[in-house]
């Protein structure tokens, strides 16, 4: 990349030009802003600055408090590869944009935007980091990095910040350092608080309750096999059953099918894959065998039969094929009973599969592998209890675990995006999947220690998330969400909860 040779005619445009100074400035730094949400922050910032000039071969921008924006050329050249292409495109524009004391250019500045050389990962005691890099020095010795794996909403790498004085690694930030820069030029200047964006709660809709209808039944567990199906645990009259629902009026649920099935306890997990269902142990302290129940006929479903009496903690099942955990992990064909096993490398506590692969997964580490049991990809990740959707077609696993992680496989290495403004959300079991979107409810604390409830939905596709705000506490007691038109309903373990969003599309 060479410079580009009219640069500076562009910056006597800004000093000559006939609006107004902080108009010009706004238009020229523009490029920082990858998000209008701070489009009106930026031009805050801007209205702070008093005079501009050239000197040094810089643009050279005062603001009313002594502060000095020195915004260098762009770079003659630039071989890197590395930094992140968000990062690339800032200095394209200015190599460095340095921010301090404009009546003393001895002392370090507080800001440095590009590529500085200061920080070294040996600084951190963390393998995590290894080989990051820095765009940002912040409050002249501190440091902003991004992330190897992790990527923000924008599926460029996570920014987190290091203290110099303790090398811990600290918060991270959700957006861009181009964002990122404005955002802490802005805290210098004490923009009011009103030009930043609102938060993602404060910006979020709410959901109005509009019906609660009580069920003549307790749910224990729920699975949706179709539309205006769903196929449940249930407890009626001290009875444990499996039923299939007919959920078409909420006013009327009925159970269109029942059958039996072997347990000993209630706690339960289940998965479904087209005409078969597999229940297990929910926990390991909970001893339910594994079985699998055929529901091609909803009317009159029927156990198929006992996979393992002993029961297991994970399992999955695509088709006619079950995997899950017993002393080693196993294959087996429910038709033909033919059973293979395979190995894994780390001691699995989830199980998913599909036509094309294979997950393992714990609370520290994921394996992708292929129907062959040839390893495609692995990574290290923090869950306590993981709870997972996978969308093979797009190599991607969403990890409904406390925080939200989208866990990407199309690499050997197992490609983390985080959802920043999801923090502090812990995700709730229930999820609703249509075409690439999969909504789900998490839960926060406010500061009174208030449980807040929200119904999120993230387009896996494009990598966002839509948060809306519950006014209802659910008391934990939820058991599955089925979207119908724009119609949401929550079922919890004894009733229905029914909102409606306007203008809702369930389909991606």
Known sequence: MKTNPDYLEVWKQIIDSDEKLPDSLTRHFSYLVDNPAYDPLLQAVMQKASSCKIEEDSLQIFFSNDLLLSASAPPSANDSTTWPESFKRLIDVH???????????????????????????????????????????????????????EKNEHDQP??????????????????????????????????????????EEEGASSLELQKEIALPFAILRTERIGEFRIAAVLRQDAQIFFGILDTSNPDDIKIIGRTDFPSSKD???????????????????RFNPLVWIDISDPTSPKVGGVIDEKGTEAAAIHQDQVIYKANQLIEQNLLTGEKKTFQSLIRAKELMMDENVIVVQNQEEVQVLDRQYNLISQGKIHTSFPKNFLFSKLKLIVCLSDSLEVLGFAAKKIQKQKFPSLKDHSCRLPYFVSGNSIWFLTTTRNRDDEIRYHLVRLDSKESKATIHVLKEDLD?????????????????????????????SKTS
Do not use: C
């Open 267 to 285: 706690s339960f997990n289940m998965k479904v894959s087209e005409s078969k269902v597999i229940l297990f142990n929910r926990m390991t302290s």
């Open 476 to 504: 934990y007691d939820e058991f599955a969400i089925e979207i119908v038109s724009n119609e949401i309903r929550i079922y919890l373990r004894r009733k229905i909860l029914i909102y409606r969003l306007e203008a809702i």
């Open 95 to 149: 190599e460095f944009i340095e921010v301090g004391d404009s009546k003393n250019h001895n002392i370090a500045r507080d800001l440095v935007l590009g590529d500085h050389g200061s920080f070294l990962d040996e600084y951190i005691d963390n393998e995590e980091f290894a080989e990051a890099e820095s765009p940002l020095i912040d409050d002249q010795s501190d440091w902003w990095i991004y992330h190897p794996e």
């Open 158 to 199: 996570m920014l987190y910040y290091v203290s110099h004085e303790s090398g811990n690694v600290k918060e991270s930030f959700p957006h861009n350092v181009g964002i990122l820069f404005l955002k802490r030029l802005a805290d210098q200047l004490k923009i009011d608080k009103s030009f930043y964006p609102k938060s």
